[in-house]
């Protein structure tokens, strides 16, 4: 049976700050930011967006009626979760009126989170062909203002339905995971901003990637020459590249050029956006399909997935007949074409922005949201959600 990404979809929010404006008012180099790690704008949430509704948002725009009553299972990967109890997927089923007969679940391990639950899919459809999953991966990336990781914060959501005889991507069996114990990154649960050791980080990347790709090279017999492009999770869009490169002189100099330019055009959806953990690597996933015109159907993509803390897990997929007829590359051009500029003022008064944490009751000025599905409020210590279109 044929498993995989059937639709695929993105949101990220209407605000964003530009990096070298950014880099000028921290008194660096702009080219730190823009050359360094590779970004160019920044996503800025405003009050009313969320980790439920940039999932929401991002899969309102893929599902359709029939979507709806066969999904019976919703799997939510977020580092960004609002409750420790209630699943961010719960949210979102009610919000997409997904049929109740239906299991909703929340799953963390830091930036692994959508990949767990790809891998849980598949599972899931194996046992169950007429079924299929919703898979979210929605987060918002925040280290605190002038901190070494603020040029690297970001927010935004993939969403994925992932079916039998999928559409989009046929996910291949094989695949090598990989977990040790790492304090590379991590968020204790009294802290809004998460802590980084960004140069034990980048290390351990690369050691994981480096681990799974010797040991599926062993598994499967395959190396370089067999891809057509691998994408990566992309904390920021340098990262990947760093493990790339580790590896590229195993291939032929025509594979080399071909896997640097396709890493290049699989970068550029998260340079516009930033870090969104858990939906990273499905974003580059999404940039290369969407702007490179040219892959072929049965090309093979590599995935590697890496969470802090840290499990790493490299798979693969094979891209399917007419792939390109089930994309939404208008929506997200317009999504990218009207996003507005806030400049470092406003991009700080957003960011210092909170919720209250006492029971108080608050509303919030949703008209001047464009997304469909917005957090509109709180009271008595329960997060309010509007959906504009029902």
Same mark, same amino acid.
């Given at each position: ?8 979809? #993105?949101?990220? =929010? /209407? ?6 404006? +950014? ?5 660096? !180099?702009?080219?730190? *930011? %823009?050359?360094?790690?590779?970004? $160019? ?11 439920? %509704? ?9 599902? !359709?009626?029939?979507? @709806?009553?066969?999904?019976? *299972? ?25 049929? =109740? ?64 005889? =999928? ?10 995971? *990989? ?12 802290? !809004?901003?998460?802590?980084? &050791? ?18 599926? @090279? ?16 992309? =904390?920021?869009? @340098? ?14 100099? !025509? ?22 953990? %858990? ?33 790493? $897990?490299? #798979?693969?997929?094979?891209?399917? $007949?007419?792939?390109?007829? /089930? +994309? /939404?590359?208008?929506? /997200? ?11 470092? &003022?406003?991009?700080? @008064? ?41």
């Amino acid at each position: 049976m044929k498993i995989g990404i059937d639709k695929i979809g #993105f949101y990220t =929010p /209407h605000l964003y700050v530009d990096m070298n404006r +950014l880099a000028e008012r921290r008194g660096v !180099d702009p080219a730190k *930011f %823009t050359i360094g790690i590779g970004q $160019e704008k920044m996503a800025v949430p405003p009050i009313t967006q969320d980790s439920v %509704t940039l999932a929401a948002n991002a899969a309102l725009e893929i599902l !359709d009626e029939a979507d @709806k009553e066969q999904i019976d *299972f919703v799997i939510f990967g977020t580092e960004s979760g609002i409750d420790s109890s209630k699943s961010a997927a719960v949210y979102v089923h009610e919000l997409l009126g997904l049929n =109740p007969y239906a299991r909703a679940i929340e799953v963390k391990q830091a930036c692994y989170g959508a990949t767990a639950g790809i891998q849980m899919a598949k599972g899931h459809i194996a046992l169950n062909p007429e079924s299929k999953v919703l898979v979210l991966g929605s987060d918002i990336a925040r280290y605190g203002l002038d901190t070494p990781g603020e040029a690297t914060q970001g927010a935004g959501a993939v969403a994925m339905v992932i079916s039998a005889n =999928p559409r989009v991507l046929e996910l291949e069996e094989q695949s090598v995971y *990989f977990t040790a114990d790492i304090m590379d990154f991590w968020r204790p649960v009294y802290s !809004d901003e998460a802590f980084v &050791d960004g140069k034990l980080s980048n290390e351990q990347y690369i050691s994981f990637f480096s681990k799974v790709w010797d040991q599926y @090279k062993a598994k499967t017999g395959l190396d370089l020459d067999d891809f057509e492009a691998i994408c990566y999770h992309l =904390p920021y869009t @340098k990262m990947g590249m760093k493990a790339l490169r580790t590896v590229i002189e195993e291939a032929p100099e !025509d594979v080399q050029e071909r896997l640097k330019a396709n890493y290049k055009i699989s970068t550029g959806y998260n340079r516009n956006v930033g870090n969104i953990y %858990t939906g990273a690597l499905y974003l580059s996933f999404l940039s290369l399909i969407e702007k490179n015109e040219e892959l072929a159907a049965g090309a093979r993509i590599g995935m590697f997935s890496y969470g802090s803390g840290a499990v790493g $897990e490299f #798979f693969t997929g094979i891209l399917r $007949e007419g792939y390109r007829e /089930h +994309l /939404h590359v208008n929506n /997200h051009s317009k999504l990218f074409a009207s996003r507005k500029e806030v400049s470092v &003022d406003e991009y700080e @008064k957003i960011f210092s922005e909170t919720l209250p944490v006492q029971g108080e009751t608050v509303k919030f000025n949703i008209d001047s949201d464009p997304a469909a599905i917005c957090l509109s409020g709180m009271e008595e210590n329960k997060r309010l959600y509007v959906n504009k279109t029902k």
